[in-house]
């Protein structure tokens, strides 16, 4: 078995990006209330989880980021072997001015140390950088240029074309993402998802 997963704050379109991905084949969505367990949906031998949002959500206690993490990276610890590939989905506008405002407070944004933590333990990540419906076109390489850099990412963002998916789950337009992710399964033999 081989496990993909999807990681990311809440209100980045990770929702809607799964239910464009997997349409029908696989009913991922809102949860019913806060629920800290991840959602799993199996696509022929394919396991895609979707792991609970990080961040912020009303009526919650600020501390539902640092159980949401410790529990991602648990499971991800626990698994790590079958999983193959990890999506970190981000809100690309927004990343930029998020990433900011941690540094400022000397924090490392939960979204960066994600993105580092998948990679030391081996996961082949990829950058779902979502919502770039929201950006203009010619506006859209310098903020990417932007968003590669707070990864670590050395710009320009193009040299790392093979890990950065910029992408508009709103729009559907999710070329680059499915380019991606076809790369990976055809290197694993799994050709027929995307
Ligand atoms: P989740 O909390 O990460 O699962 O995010 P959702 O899928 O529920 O989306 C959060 C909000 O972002 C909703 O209002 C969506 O309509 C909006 N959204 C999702 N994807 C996009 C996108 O590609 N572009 C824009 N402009 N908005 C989006």
Do not use: C
Not at 28 to 42: E, N
Not at 54 to 60: A, D, H, K, Q, T
Not at 65 to 93: M, S
Not at 118 to 144: C, F, H, Q, Y
């Amino acid at each position: 078995n081989l496990e993909i997963i999807f990681v990311g704050r809440s209100n980045v379109g990770k929702s809607s990006l799964l239910k464009e991905l997997f349409g029908a084949k696989v009913r991922i969505g809102k949860r019913p209330g806060v629920t800290l367990r991840p959602t799993h949906a199996q696509v022929s031998d394919l396991l895609i989880t979707d792991m609970p949002g990080f961040g912020f959500m009303s009526g919650v206690k600020d501390r539902k980021q640092d159980i949401v993490k410790d529990k991602t990276v648990h499971y991800i610890e626990d698994n790590a072997e079958r999983i193959k590939i990890g999506v970190l989905v981000i809100d690309g506008p927004a990343f930029p001015e998020i990433v900011d405002r941690w540094d400022s407070r000397d924090q490392i944004p939960i979204d960066v140390e994600m993105f580092d933590f998948l990679r030391e333990i081996g996961i082949d990540t990829i950058v779902a950088a979502n919502k770039m419906d929201r950006i203009k076109e010619n506006e859209s390489d310098p903020l990417l240029d932007e968003v590669s850099a707070r990864l670590g990412l050395e710009p320009p963002w193009q040299n790392w074309k093979h890990l950065i998916a910029p992408i508009s789950a709103k729009k559907g337009d999710l070329k680059s993402l499915k380019g991606l992710l076809r790369d990976r399964l055809h290197e694993m033999k799994r050709d027929d998802l995307f």
